[in-house]
């Protein structure tokens, strides 16, 4: 079966978008900053057209990027993860994005509940052991509704708590923060949560612990990053 070109009735090139779509949300950019760089690139677009084209894009790119990422961590060992949530301003009205990284700092899923509760730990642990499996250990912090939704689980035994042990997931949210600052909050839930799905994986494919490699090997990781982010949804 023929895979469909999702750039076939584009007047610009597949090339352009993916640098867009790649400034706007790997960057702590505005869209009328993202226009600005395409601009000195000789690149002539309207900060509209990069939101009609991150809207489109974004989640597509961010679905191959999980797709290909999945099959990967599956086939290691799920030995650790850490779970936190934070509160995020909607309109004025607090909200919680709850996230989940492995041991090595992997974003694995984010969830935007309106509640902080036993029923928004369940829907969140749900969908990532739906998607991952299960693992060896879940480091939270001493909520109650974590103990609660991994005991409906069946996964009361998987749950670590401990001061400091959860600094891995608390630093994760920097980036995020980073980001929410430059877009100047959000306005509606569902645009946070599409946001924030989009971003991981983003953030996920480019992140190369700089600071724990060499300058040869990261510069190697850097570049077959760049290659494969250039790929995606390919003809």
Not at 21 to 35: D, Q, T
């Amino acid at each position: 079966m023929t895979k469909r070109d999702p750039f076939k009735y584009f007047k610009t090139s597949p090339e352009i978008i993916r640098l867009a779509v790649m400034l706007y949300v790997r960057f702590p950019l505005s869209l009328r900053n993202v226009e600005d760089l395409l601009h000195e690139r000789g690149i002539d677009v309207s900060h509209e057209t990069i939101r009609f084209w991150w809207n489109r894009f974004g989640p597509m790119f961010a679905s191959e990027i999980r797709r290909r990422r999945v099959q990967q961590l599956r086939a290691f060992s799920r030995w650790q993860w850490h779970v936190d949530e934070v509160f995020v301003k909607i309109n004025g009205e607090r909200h919680y994005l709850w996230r989940a990284v492995d041991h090595e700092g992997e974003v694995l899923e984010s969830v935007v509940t309106k509640r902080r509760n036993k029923r928004a730990a369940l829907k969140m642990l749900r969908k990532l052991m739906r998607r991952y499996g299960q693992p060896e250990v879940l480091v939270t912090d001493r909520f109650a509704s974590y103990k609660a939704a991994l005991r409906d689980l069946g996964c009361g035994d998987l749950q670590e708590c401990g001061r400091w042990l959860n600094n891995r997931v608390e630093n994760s949210h920097l980036p995020f923060r980073r980001r929410e600052r430059a877009m100047q909050r959000f306005r509606r839930m569902r645009s946070l949560q599409k946001f924030v799905s989009v971003h991981s994986s983003v953030f996920n494919h480019f992140n190369q612990d700089r600071s724990l490699s060499k300058r040869d090997h990261f510069k190697q990781n850097r570049t077959a990053a760049l290659a494969e982010w250039r790929s995606l949804c390919a003809a």
